[in-house]
């Protein structure tokens, strides 16, 4: 809309500063909790401004086992836990659907359909769904307590098969012909050709996949029992509860405030991919 | 470089056979345009070539070898597409040398080969430039050279230059053309283009519905079309058909409004037979009405400029004729004109075969 009417400016701009409040304030509170010792935090009301314990929580936190009481692991290692984790499953999941998606698209095998089919109907089927067979799965494997069996059930994708589907379909047969003329056989045409020209795509791909695999709760929670396994998100929930009195407010937020970290920094990082590879079309 | 065989080549698509059969022999380094109208299975038939399409009956031949079951890459061709096909996430440097690299042609090879056919092709200053920094004519050249840097046996192209404007197809067209003579490679150009068609090949193969209808030099199909198809279809303006029958004793041909137009020499096989009688637009002379053949109604004038085109109608029956005057001749709709024509630039056709008979 090329329309010029300051009030609506100004109502838009009205919506928009609410919303970012409303996003913000939250995020706001949990920094200035983190900078405050525990005994400020205790009291009502809770500050509004930031104090100048930021840097003695972030040690604390970080490398303390997080709450005085409590039976998690070092915060350290807890996102070391969920990083790993989050890479196995985005670097799997991308591997797995790319590689899929070309069998489908560029290969004339038997039953190629019921395959295709069978990847489709995975969509009904998220971890949620099918917890307890996949968890005596895991057990009997002996994954559990391990990054294996944190990321391996949450690899497979339908979504993601589909997504590198609708690429490949974009790209001119011509061009895989002239790759042929040229001689490139199935395994050079899928590393000089498919790859490079989905970069963006699989960009856009792993800063998704990644907060996916980074934010999982309920599986983690599952196969973990092994405390240096946790995962930094599951610590949270169990900081929570772990003391009897009044919550240390301080550690929580500050772990909270560390566990939003990766997450923002693979957007930031890789923000510009990710917008083309959602938008750009041209092959 | 080798000579190309078509050996009775069918090729179905499930139960439809689109190629019903093809042959004919393309000479060591010459140049043959195939054209047809679209969908005559022109390009199925260049990409039986290239190993892009199986062969479901028949042989193709490339030098002294089958071909049938080989792979592109084994076929020693190269083959420039409609859309040019070139790898986008690549420079043009890459673009052409992917091929050698593949090839494990030694690094120092590729890069003089590369660097010589982009002086040919005056692509050297876009060798860093990825193809989307380029223009739609210098995509074209980068296509020609990936195909050139190979130094293959024969060159395949499908309408190359289709998504060019005209200007530059042009003056693309004669590139190619020249491109082809000082290589000399063996080359099959698809085009559906008149003028490409006419000038570029040293034979032109004309293709209708899977069928050859005529190979032959582009002057003698445009002298002596074999059949109406390739009659109507090579010309432009198209040619005029017109229905009428021979004579009795076979020297003239007598139109349905009665005139009787003298050829060049009796049809006695066919004496008093229906026949379709051929006349090119560039061809009907204008004449004093007396010396008269035919007389024109004008129904519309285009002035071209160069030369005027007549569409009118024959002295009042409802066949349409097209003419074409040289120079800007002032004229109205309606207005009536008279024709000649030297015999020998008759076309006499069997009726019902639309065979030529003359
Ligand atoms: N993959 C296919 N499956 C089924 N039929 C096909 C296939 N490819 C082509 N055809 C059919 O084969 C016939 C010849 O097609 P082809 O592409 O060779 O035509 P063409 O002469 O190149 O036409 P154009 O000038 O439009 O490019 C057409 O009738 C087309 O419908
Ligand atoms: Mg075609």
């Known amino acids: ?283 | 470089m080798s000579k190309i065989k078509f050996d009775y080549v069918r090729k179905s698509y499930g139960p439809n056979e689109v190629i019903h059969g093809i042959n004919g022999t393309i000479e060591d380094g010459e140049f043959v345009v195939i054209v047809g109208p679209s969908g005559c299975g022109k390009s199925t038939l260049l990409r039986m070539v290239a190993g892009l399409e199986t062969i479901t009956g028949g042989e193709i031949k490339i030098g002294e070898k089958v071909v049938n079951k080989l792979e592109p890459a084994k076929r020693s061709i190269a083959m420039v597409f409609q859309n040019y096909a070139l790898y986008p996430h690549m420079t043009v440097f890459e673009n052409m040398s992917y091929g050698l690299k593949i090839r494990k042609v030694p690094k120092a090879e590729i890069k003089r080969r590369v660097e010589e056919t982009a002086e040919i092709l005056e692509l050297t200053p876009y060798l860093k430039r990825s193809p989307r920094e380029l223009s739609g004519g210098q995509r074209q050249r980068v296509a020609m050279g990936r195909a050139i840097v190979r130094e293959p046996e024969v060159f395949l192209f499908d309408e190359p230059l289709s998504n060019l404007d005209a200007k530059l197809r042009v003056q693309m067209r004669l590139e190619i053309k020249k491109l082809q003579e000082r290589l000399g490679i063996t080359s099959i150009y698809v085009t559906h283009d008149q003028v490409e068609a006419m000038t570029l090949g040293h034979r032109l193969m004309v293709l209708n519905g899977g069928n050859v209808e005529q190979f032959g030099t582009p002057i003698d199909i445009y002298l002596k079309p074999e059949t109406l198809f390739v009659a109507t279809f090579i010309g432009s303006p198209a040619m005029n058909i017109l229905d009428g029958r021979l004579s009795d004793d076979g020297t003239a041909a007598i139109l349905t409004t009665g005139e009787a137009i003298q050829l060049a020499k009796p049809l006695l096989s066919h004496k008093g037979q229906a026949i379709k009688l051929g006349m090119r637009p560039e061809h009907l002379i204008r004449c004093d009405a007396d010396k008269a053949l035919l007389y024109l109604n004008a129904d519309v004038v285009e002035q071209l400029g160069a030369d005027t085109i007549l569409h009118a109608n024959l002295g009042g029956s409802g066949e349409t004729v097209i003419a074409r005057i040289d120079g800007v001749v002032p004229a109205a709709s309606g207005e009536r004109f008279s024709f000649t024509i030297e015999p020998e630039n008759l076309h006499v056709f069997d009726s019902d075969k639309g065979k030529r008979i003359n």
């Open chain 1, 1 to 283: 809309m090329v329309e010029n009417r300051p009030f609506l400016d100004f109502v838009t701009h009205l919506v928009l500063i609410v919303g970012i409040l409303l996003v913000a304030l939250p995020i706001w509170i949990m920094f200035v909790a983190s900078t405050h010792d525990a005994v400020r935090m205790a009291h009502v009301p809770l500050p509004l401004l930031p104090g100048g314990q930021f840097w003695e929580n972030l040690r604390l936190t970080f490398f303390g086992n997080g709450l005085k009481g409590s039976e998690t692991a070092a915060v350290w290692q807890l996102m070391l836990n969920s990083f790993i984790m989050a890479m196995m499953i985005s670097i799997g999941k991308i591997s797995i659907s790319i590689l899929s998606a070309y069998a489908i698209v560029y290969f004339r095998f038997p039953l190629r359909m019921t395959f295709f089919w069978m990847i489709f109907i995975t969509l009904m089927l998220p971890v949620e769904v099918r917890i307890v067979p996949t968890f005596e799965v895991v057990a009997n494997l002996g994954m559990l307590n391990s990054y294996w069996g944190l990321s391996v059930p949450l690899i497979a994708s339908a979504t993601a098969t589909f997504m590198f589907r609708q690429v490949f379909l974009t790209i001119p047969d011509e061009l895989l012909e002239s790759a042929r003329i040229d001689g490139a056989g199935p395994m050079r045409f899928f590393f000089d050709m498919l790859l490079p020209l989905s970069r963006t795509n699989i960009a856009a791909l792993f800063v998704i996949v990644f907060i996916y695999g980074w934010n999982q709760y309920l599986w983690p929670l599952l196969v973990t029992t092994d405390q240096s396994m946790g995962t930094i998100v599951i610590s949270i929930k169990q900081m929570l509860e772990a003391e009897t009195g009044s919550p240390q407010w301080n550690v929580i937020m500050m772990t909270a405030l560390l566990a939003m970290l990766p997450p923002v920094a693979v957007v930031i990082g890789m923000q510009k991919f990710f917008v083309k590879g959602l938008t750009e079309t041209e092959k």
